[in-house]
């Protein structure tokens, strides 16, 4: 019966991710009107969360305890942070890198921490676990 409600708080959990995704505007495509190099290789970041998720899966990792942290507190859109073996791992998307660059610069939340955390195009990682870090950093764009 655990094992059941187990399973149901995590999809309800996973669904509430995708929802909150979806809302926030991960897949925006109104606000993109400049154009350049670099627009075009943000436009092509359409990683979400979930994709981070599998990938330490595939690695052979179990998730536990999975939550939303308090990720507007830095300026991201969203959020997520889980567990692997005792070791903690938080993944922040921002809208896109100009975002996420300014809000590095400007945010008094960010800026003390962020040379500290993992960048993967528009997101950032912090873990007590380098090899996680790794794991966050081999998801291709």
Known sequence: MKKIRRIGCILLLVFSVTLVMTACGTTDTGSQQNSGSSDQQQQTDTRNLQIFMDAYRDAGHTLTNVDIP??????????????????VVKIYGFQN???????????????????????????????SNNSLLTIFNAVPI
Do not use: C, Q
Request: aromatic content about 12%; overall charge negative.
């Open 70 to 87: 308090s990720f507007h507190l830095i300026g991201a859109t969203v959020g997520i942070m889980f567990y692997i073996n005792n070791h």
């Open 97 to 127: 890198e100009i975002v996420l660059d300014a809000t590095i610069k400007d945010n008094p939340f960010l800026s003390p921490i962020a040379y500290t955390m993992a960048r993967n195009g528009r997101f950032l990682a912090e873990s």
